[in-house]
């Protein structure tokens, strides 16, 4: 085939005729058709196979060879190689130090240098006795020395006195006879012995090439460095040379501690069992000891600050505490530094929103993880000095259980703080002020929380399988009204303190902190005052979580954190004011023994309010979903009257002159049972003793004389005024909505609250008590009603 143009072709095709007509018959090509509909063979598809399958393959080898543990494996490998002339230094070293050790105990015991280094100390010290022992216990040791050495050379001449001759005549009868003509037996020994001295020829030479290495290993290990670890083996050149913490740093930091069965177990070259070894943990290291005898983990932790300084940290970087067992030391050393750093801005406060099922986001770690803090099924108690975060670290739970739009969210705050005003659009009740009726309404807030428990239950009861407790699932059904239900009382001392609403306050948060926790009911409680006198004992023992900012001694620190804590070594008090404001020790939020937390922190203060924002999204998610907030203006509670205990003492006196106290309890019980029907002898000799009165004794029985009682009465009406000073009908009129429960029998003595300042929301509302929600059984004022009238 020619590349030569078609009519060049035909024109010489007519030159070669003469001009004469021919039939033109074209060039004529060699090939095959194709047809284009037919798939075509596609070989660069192959290549292209095999290319992506290269590379997957060199991907996957580069995914491998950046992977963290090969990583690490170069860089300690790279490490080793540029020390490997100081490697090999230091193993010569050990292995000279090895033998030198050898020899050394090989000639105190040849000498007998520690019985003499014994009898020695006796002649100084004048004991001639121990004297004595002591050279009689070397002449024993010599004496028993000797005899085992003839016995050994005894027992080596019989041997030979034996073998000799038989491998004389088994040398003599193999030089004179052949192997065929000896018995089968002989012939046996032969090839026997033969084998025997081919192993031997064979093993010896390779025990004397082994011998040298073994005896090397041996050496060195005998001669290495006495304190635990081995981080020069391992450690890598890093950046944060100065936070670098390994087992012989801890162990060297614990033998300069001062306590004496610690000392003792160094002085006498004991090695520390590090059950877990020192590793990186977060932004720090965590190393767990088990301690000799004699030692206990709270001895360490009573020498923290000590134990900070030979680490080279401040004591709140340095957090020993008691393991498993009272002899197990769990120590974690923050890096230095790392703590001085904020925790940062809250991950929700421009999107997302929240499952209470699944926690809300609280703070940053000691190892810098992010703490998703349970709510559902667990109590809080927050506390510390003023101004170092306690209402900031409840509003942050708080504002992650408003973004969860199945959430109820009560506040209540005992004293004049506007720190929850922003949260008005999203609570279904909101009480703010120091005076009695925000007490009040408190103690009726548990009192509803109370019933709502019992309804709760009986709702559980009724569901296929009776769930034990509430779910994700049973909350999302809004017939049931199984939601989450959430209250927070910040300055809750306030409320357990108070004289009137005080002791019943605090015996309905028992009851609820103990029984709620299955029904979705969730109690926040925040004071600055967490004493045995302001917080119930009962409250610290059954809250799970815990949190502490800065406190001022060891009675506050396990009012918050739970009793023993401050000895464990699960200290606030280490917390300095000001400089670690925001940061608290936590118990309870993690499964860890406890979290030393950098709090988020969302500012609402002069310029700076990312609170209100995040209510407006939070009250949007609501409404997408098809409810209505109703207002957390709540109506004003007036103080509940005072019973007049005299003028009723005096009617359950019923005309007698002397009547029993155990009478008169019962006449009062039957005549207001609500007031007095708790009421014991201690209750009713402080109410008579207010006006003067003391029961006497007649006949072996404590009674109360009428003349006494209308002394008292009599006075009263001339004076015009009420025991505590206060004009009497002053306490108001006590409404509908008010209490049902008597007030407890110490708390007869009525105070006049103070007036006070309230949220405008709370004051002018007509906004009806007890008007119930979707769900049967539902609080009053409860946020929900579905739109639509449905």
């Known amino acids: 085939m020619t590349d030569q143009n078609p009519e060049d072709y035909e024109r010489a095709a007519l030159a070669r005729s003469g001009g004469r007509d021919v039939e033109h018959v074209g060039p004529v090509f060699d090939g095959e058709l194709i047809d284009d509909t037919l798939p075509q063979p596609r070989a660069r598809a192959a290549v292209r196979r095999v290319s992506s399958w290269r590379q997957r393959y060199r991907d996957a080898v580069a995914r491998v060879w950046r992977s963290g543990p090969v990583v690490r494996a170069r860089s300690v490998a790279a490490y080793r190689a540029r020390k490997a002339p100081l490697d090999v230094a230091r193993l010569v070293w050990f292995v000279l130090r090895g033998n030198w050790r050898w020899l050394v105990k090989f000639w105190m015991w040849a000498t007998y240098a520690d019985l003499r280094a014994d009898a020695r100390r006796a002649r100084l010290a004048g004991d001639a006795e121990a004297r004595r022992a002591a050279q009689e216990l070397i002449r024993s040791d010599a004496t028993a020395r000797w005899a085992k050495l003839g016995i050994v050379l005894r027992r080596m001449v019989i041997t030979l006195r034996v073998a000799a001759p038989v491998a004389a005549v088994l040398w003599l009868v193999n030089s004179v006879m052949d192997r065929a ?70 162990s060297k930091a614990l033998a300069h501690l001062g306590i004496s069965p610690l000392n003792r177990f160094f002085k006498d070259g004991g090695t520390l069992v590090y059950t877990v070894a020192a590793r990186t943990d977060g932004d720090g290291t965590y190393a ?33 505490t008691k393991g498993d067992e009272d002899g197990i030391l769990d ?31 609280f703070g940053l770690s000691q190892r810098g993880l992010v703490i998703n803090a349970p709510l559902i099924g667990v109590n809080w108690l927050i506390g510390g000095r003023p101004g170092q975060g306690k209402s900031a670290a409840l509003r942050t739970l708080l504002l992650g259980a408003a973004l969860d739009p199945t959430a109820e969210l009560w506040v209540f705050v005992m004293g004049e703080s506007s720190d929850f005003d922003p949260f008005t659009p999203r609570l279904s009740r909101y009480r703010m002020g120091m005076d009695d009726s925000v007490a009040e309404a408190a103690t009726q807030a548990l009192v509803d929380l109370l019933s709502e ?48 609403f005080g002791k019943k306050a605090a ?19 925040a004071t600055q005052s967490p004493t045995k006198d302001s917080i119930p004992r009962e409250v610290t023992r059954n809250v799970s979580c815990g949190v502490a900012f800065s406190v001022a001694d060891q009675v506050a620190n396990d009012g918050l954190l739970g009793s023993g804590k401050y000895a464990a070594g699960i200290r606030a008090t280490e917390l300095r004011i000001n400089t670690d404001r925001g940061t608290c020790v936590a118990v309870g939020i993690t499964d860890e023994t406890f979290e030393l937390v950098r709090t988020f922190y969302v500012p609402f203060e002069d310029g700076a309010d990312d609170v209100t924002p995040v209510i407006a999204r939070a009250v949007a998610l609501i409404e997408q979903m098809g409810w209505a907030v109703e207002s957390s203006a709540q109506p004003e509670i007036e103080a509940a009257p005072v019973a007049d205990h005299l ?66 009465l009599a006075d009263r009406d001339r004076d015009g005024r009420e025991p505590d000073g206060d004009p009497a009908g002053s306490q108001g009129v006590l409404p509908t909505a008010s209490l049902n429960q008597s007030p407890w029998a110490d708390q007869g003595k009525h105070s006049e609250g103070t007036s006070g300042t309230h949220h405008p929301d709370n004051a002018g509302s007509d906004q009806k008590p007890g008007v119930a929600g979707d769900a049967p059984g539902s609080l009053p004022g409860s946020r929900r009603r579905p739109r639509g009238g449905d």
């Open 647 to 712: 003028a009723d003492v005096d009617a359950a006196m019923d005309g007698e002159r002397r009547v029993r106290t155990q009478a008169i309890l019962t006449r009062l019980a039957r005549h207001d049972p609500g007031e007095y029907e708790r009421w014991t002898f201690r209750d009713l000799t402080a109410a008579l003793a207010a006006y003067g009165i003391a029961p006497v004794k007649s006949d072996g029985n404590k009674v109360v004389r009428a003349e006494d009682v209308a002394a008292a």
């Open 288 to 320: 767990q000891v088990r301690l000799p005898l004699g030692v206990t983990a709270d001895m360490v932790a009573a020498q923290r600050p000590k134990l900070a300084a030979n680490l080279g940290r401040a004591a709140l970087e340095t957090w020993p």
């Open 507 to 525: 015996e309905l948060a028992v009851r609820l902190i103990k029984r709620g926790r299955k029904y979705g009911i969730v109690l926040l409680l």
């Open 453 to 500: 428990m019992e309804r709760r239950g009986k709702a559980l009861g009724e569901q296929p399988g009776r769930p034990p407790k509430v779910s994700r699932k049973l909350a999302d059904k809004h017939g049931l009204g199984l939601h989450p239900l959430v209250c927070g009382i910040d300055e809750c001392h306030e409320l357990f303190q108070h004289p009137k």
């Open 331 to 361: 120590l974690w050393v923050a890096d230095k530094g790392v703590l001085r750093g904020g925790a940062g801005e809250w991950p929700l406060v421009h999107e997302g929103q929240v499952d209470l099922f699944e926690g809300v986001p």
């Open 181 to 250: 003509d000896m018995w089968p037996w002989l012939a046996n020994v032969y090839t026997g012995v033969e084998a025997v001295w081919s192993a031997l020829t064979l093993v010896v030479p390779l025990l004397l090439i082994v011998a040298p290495a073994v005896w090397a290993v041996a050496s060195a290990f005998e001669g290495r460095d006495r304190t635990p670890g081995a981080g020069w083996l391992v450690r890598p050149d890093r950046d944060d040379a100065d936070s670098w913490i390994d087992e012989r740093m801890i």
